[in-house]
């Protein structure tokens, strides 16, 4: 007897959406706030270019911040043979890298380099001196050139490494060419292993 009254409205029923606007879509994509490292050097580091990049409205600084924040596999190192490419025609200026830098022993003469990086290999450091260049620090760097004026932003090659090699789709009859350029993950590359279905025209298919 005491039940509420219902009322009858002309408004259809909807189901809730998402607010994607001020959410988003996209989750566990966030950026990085802070480098993850421990390293206590990078932490400062990251201080020093991102109070720049604020302070200075600097680009460069919001670059380098950025990148000090990423993990080491984004962070790719940089081979001296690739430096010397990239800079040439760039004489006089400083070529910054977020990484390390590497020797190349088939570099055979190295130019004359002046590269801010964050660490060097011992042979990378004494071929860039020897040949009359400068390895400097990215804190030396922001004291020289703290928005970034007359220097190039170089970065190593991100899939370089070997595991990349085997990122891909499987193969199979009837998409034989999706394994193209993709490594396979072979126990052995001995007669018994992987050298039938799929590699012989004369059993089943050849990719």
């Known amino acids: 007897p005491n039940q509420p009254p219902t009322y009858q409205t002309n408004r259809t029923s909807f189901k809730m959406g998402i607010d994607l606007k001020a959410g988003g879509r996209r989750t566990g ?6 480098p993850v490292s421990k390293n206590v050097y990078i932490k400062l580091l990251e201080k020093l270019y991102a109070f720049l990049a604020r302070r200075a409205d600097s680009k460069f600084g919001a670059t ?31 070529a910054v890298i977020v990484g390390a830098v590497t020797d190349d022993p088939r570099l055979l003469e190295v130019p004359q380099l002046t590269i801010a990086a964050l660490r ?14 400068e390895c400097i620090t990215l804190d030396q760097l922001a004291l020289r050139a703290p928005k970034g004026s007359n220097t190039v932003l170089l970065r190593g090659a991100k899939n370089a490494r070997e595991s990349t090699r085997y990122f891909g789709h499987r193969t199979s009859v009837n998409n034989p060419h999706t394994h193209n350029g993709v490594k396979p993950r072979v126990i052995s590359k001995g007669r018994k292993f992987e050298k039938a279905r799929g590699r012989r025209r004369s059993t089943g298919f050849k990719v």
Request: proline residues 4%.
């Open 64 to 94: 380098i911040v950025k990148r000090l924040r990423m993990s080491k596999i984004n962070n790719p190192p940089i081979s001296i043979s690739r430096m010397a490419r990239y800079m040439k025609g760039k004489e006089g200026k400083t």
């Open 120 to 133: 060097f290999t011992e042979t990378a450091r004494a071929r860039i001196v020897k040949a009359g260049g």
């Open 29 to 34: 994509h966030n950026a990085r706030t802070a």
